[in-house]
């Protein structure tokens, strides 16, 4: 108790830190501006490094030059409308947007953990949590509650059926069998970055996809563990007044829904299979259009249509299957409908979109300056020098992630401020910008539900008091602590092992960078 007591208080004030920093949005545009006087100063200094691949001399470009300002004035829109991660976030999610209107994300969740059988209950609420965060925030306002409903409807204490919930939606971020809104988004960032050192340097948002698959069932499998033998015995019977409320079976248009989705989803699967088939091999060669979706050049995938289109597959998949889930549940009743619950998922992106503008505007500064580069050579050299070997190098990379994730709710915030620095650091050091971002992962997952920073932390709280009217953010942290330090553990282990092995860690992302 004295251990979780000094992590509350130590956390608490972690949480009255923070509150007292600008918004994200603000600190980019304060960044921005630190970097334009940065350059200036690092300019009258003279700094200067060499670059270890090409041997040229790298200096920084004053910003508060004349040809500084002209660029900073000229490019204010370009840098904005062409910032990676705006394009894909608000792609992918038009398409989520008809998903979560039509009712498919939510019937989908409710099926998958009213099916279980009791004996996985808390399996399939951690696993469909996992799944969920696919479909942005849906987990969060869906299946949260309901893993409460759940548990209490089946005798258990509602709290650990939230906390299961709450693990497998925010602590098991880093995982997935699905590409979601994050995954794009992540990647473009790490792109801009990477391009700091090699100018075209591509990085796919399934880049960290072998990883994340086989996360699930590892985190889902262990989030269970830690449910069912800390947990439960730690929280006890549930004593609250809170009555068991009924979860409502699946009408019979939602099952209709679902039979008509099954069947679009079938069908999209063989045309994507035969997107990517061998062009010469086998009785694929006999089939029109197949392998359409390969490199024209190579022949190959990895470097395929396919893959740099990843954005638009899941637009399209995510909005074919809601309007063919709309028709069969007849939730959307014509065009407008559709159009409406793309323009709902629009709605939620306007503080995104100011957030963007300011973070777009410091990343193009950062990279114009060459201050990115040679703060990673210097860095790198650094680092190099204080001889910290492959391991300790990547357990210090996710530790820095998950504390920086105590004070910084955002995702994306947070790497677009890390990714400058460390994606060329760690390539210099002869890591690949997907391996460091896997570890940023991985650590941002595993403080995301002892954060207090965390955009839905406070709703969480909200649904724990509907149990527990004495329950606070002291509460949370106690319940999920041992989920973040499980979760933690595993997943270090997995990313030794997997560096050890030197396995890719998604279609045409290696372990390893050369110069």
């Known amino acids: 108790m004295k251990k979780t007591g000094f992590i509350s208080k130590m956390l608490g004030t972690i949480e009255r830190v923070g509150n007292k920093l600008p918004h994200p949005a603000t600190l980019f545009a304060m960044f921005a501006v630190a970097i334009v006087f940065l350059s200036g100063l690092a300019s009258l200094l003279n700094v200067s490094t ?14 508060l030059s004349q040809d500084g300002l002209h660029m900073i ?66 987990g969060y306002v869906v299946l949260v509650p309901l893993g409460g409903m759940i ?32 995954d794009p988004l992540l990647a473009g960032l790490s792109e801009e970055a990477a391009r700091i050192i090699d100018h075209d340097y591509v990085v796919n948002p399934a880049a ?3 990883f994340m698959f086989i996360s699930t069932f590892f985190i889902s499998i262990i989030g269970t563990w830690v449910t069912e033998k800390i947990i439960v015995p730690n929280l006890g019977e549930y004593k609250g007044d809170a009555k068991p409320e009924e979860i409502k079976q699946l009408t019979h248009l939602e099952k209709r829904g679902l039979r ?44 395929s249509p396919f893959m740099s289109g990843i954005v638009a597959i899941i637009f399209l998949v995510a909005g074919v299957l809601g309007i063919i889930y709309g028709i069969g549940a007849k939730t959307l009743r014509n065009d407008n409908d559709v ?36 703060f990673a050579i210097q860095g790198a050299e650094l680092i190099a020098t204080a001889g910290l070997g492959r391991i300790p190098l990547l357990i210090a990379l996710v530790l820095v992630s998950a504390i920086i994730n105590l004070v910084i709710g955002s995702a994306s915030a947070k790497w677009a401020i890390m990714a400058p620095v460390f994606i060329p650091m760690f390539m210099l050091l002869g890591y690949s910008p997907e391996f460091t971002q896997l570890a940023y992962r991985v650590g941002d997952s595993v403080t995301n539900i002892i954060a207090p920073m965390m955009s839905y932390f406070a709703m969480i709280v909200a649904f724990i008091e509907k149990y527990d009217k ?7 942290i106690a319940t999920m602590l041992p989920y973040s330090i499980v979760f933690l553990i595993t997943w270090l282990i997995m990313l030794i092992i997997w560096v050890e092995v030197g396995a890719p860690i998604g279609p045409g992302a290696p372990l390893f960078y050369s110069l």
Not at 50 to 63: A, D, V
Not at 161 to 172: D, E, P
Not at 356 to 365: G, I, K, P, R, T
Not at 470 to 476: E, F, H, L, S, V
């Open 470 to 476: 004495k329950a606070g953010i002291g509460t949370i």
């Open 339 to 374: 159009i409406q619950g793309m323009g709902k998922a629009m709605s939620t992106l306007g503080t995104y979109i100011v957030l963007v503008f300011f973070a777009a505007q410091f990343v193009a500064y950062f990279n114009w300056t060459n201050l990115g580069l040679i």
């Open 50 to 63: 060499i670059h270890p691949g090409t041997g040229e001399t790298i200096r920084p470009f004053n910003l």
């Open 260 to 303: 008509f989705t099954l069947a679009g989803l079938i069908i999209i699967i063989i045309t994507m299979f035969l997107s990517v088939a061998p062009i010469e091999a086998g009785f694929w060669k006999n089939i029109p259009f197949s392998g359409f979706m390969r490199n024209p050049e190579t022949g190959g995938v990895l470097r």
């Open 151 to 182: 548990f209490l409807a089946v005798g258990r204490n509602p709290i650990a059926g939230i906390a299961a919930a709450f693990a497998g939606v925010s602590g098991g971020y880093s995982a997935n069998l699905l590409l979601g809104t994050i």
């Open 208 to 210: 960290n996809y072998y």
């Open 73 to 138: 004035m000229e490019n204010m829109v370009v840098n904005f409308t062409s910032f990676a991660p705006l394009g894909t976030v608000l792609t992918a999610l038009l398409g989520i947007g008809i998903a979560e209107s039509s009712g498919l994300m939510s019937t989908s969740l409710r099926l998958l953990v009213l099916s279980a059988p009791k004996k996985l209950l808390t399996f399939a609420i951690i696993f469909a949590g996992i799944l969920s965060n696919t479909a942005s925030e849906v």
